[in-house]
């Protein structure tokens, strides 16, 4: 299959676009469309349906990503978005609202599969732990390119913190800290990582991951680190991919 449609489902857009499989590109232009408030299932659903009528000629499978836990489609935790969420078996109720073929991820798992299929990781080996700084931490875990999925390493707790309440990027706005004094803070965390996972890679994603050199040469880590690549492509991009390698195992 070459072509999906993605659709990344944040706290203020929600972005679509028909992806092309054979390159990790959009195929068409993205459309972006605000989140509704508050930002229920139901209200969510509706706006898909708007977004994909937009894009009539293009059928095939369609990638959701979620800012949570999803299990098999059902929705486990909802750390930044609305609680009405949990225990939300989000494939159906988007497969019933849109007619289409919906496969919901992970949003930093979509991410760190585009980034290891088309981007920053393209081809690397062993254990790479993808990162997304923003609201909240987002983590993928891919060994040899392969998705261990719903890894939530950025609740992982250090120094009695949970620890995206003090080193997301939403910490360093909110606290107003330098670039170094936030580079302090992510040094302790992924020291952490580092410690629990040997990675042979960290990538930094996230829409401050395009500030990539006011901060990452500013971290003390034995471990190589690098930005993304996709920037604010990865979201839609990965859930394109999840989807069409979702539909293929179906069919198999
Ligand atoms: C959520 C994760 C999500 C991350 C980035 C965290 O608070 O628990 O599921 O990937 O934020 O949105």
Redesign the pocket.
């Known amino acids: 299959m070459n072509t999906a449609f993605g659709i990344d489902f944040g706290g203020t857009g929600i972005k679509g676009a028909p992806v092309d499989l054979a390159v990790g590109d959009f195929a068409a232009e993205r459309v972006r469309i605000r989140t509704p408030e508050p930002s229920t299932p139901a209200a969510v659903a509706q706006i898909f349906v708007e977004l994909l009528e937009r894009f009539p000629d293009r059928d095939g499978p369609v990638g959701v990503t979620v800012?949570?836990?999803v299990r098999h489609g059902v929705v486990h935790?909802a750390?930044?978005i609305d609680p009405a969420w949990i225990g939300t078996d989000a494939d159906a109720v988007f497969t019933e609202a849109t007619g289409r073929d919906v496969h919901v991820v992970?949003?930093?798992d979509a991410a760190g599969l585009a980034e290891v299929r088309y981007g920053a990781a393209a081809g690397r080996r062993g254990l790479v732990i993808l990162t997304?700084l923003?609201?909240?931490?987002?983590t993928a875990l891919l060994y040899d390119g392969v998705l261990v999925p719903n890894s939530?390493l950025?609740?992982l707790e250090i120094d009695g913190h949970d620890a995206?309440s003090r080193a997301a990027n939403s910490a360093r706005t909110r606290e107003e800290l330098s670039w170094e004094q936030w580079a302090q803070r992510l040094t302790r965390y992924y020291r952490t990582l580092e410690r629990l996972f040997s990675p042979d890679l960290f990538v930094v994603g996230g829409g401050v991951s395009k500030e990539a050199a006011s901060f990452l040469p500013l971290l003390d880590l034995s471990t190589e680190i690098i930005p993304a690549t996709l920037r604010n492509r990865a979201g839609v991009v990965g859930a394109a991919l999840y989807a069409a390698e979702s539909a293929d195992r179906a069919v198999r």
Do not use: L, Q
């Open positions: 800012p949570g836990v935790s750390a930044n992970n949003d930093a997304t923003g609201t909240g931490i987002g939530e950025g609740h995206e």
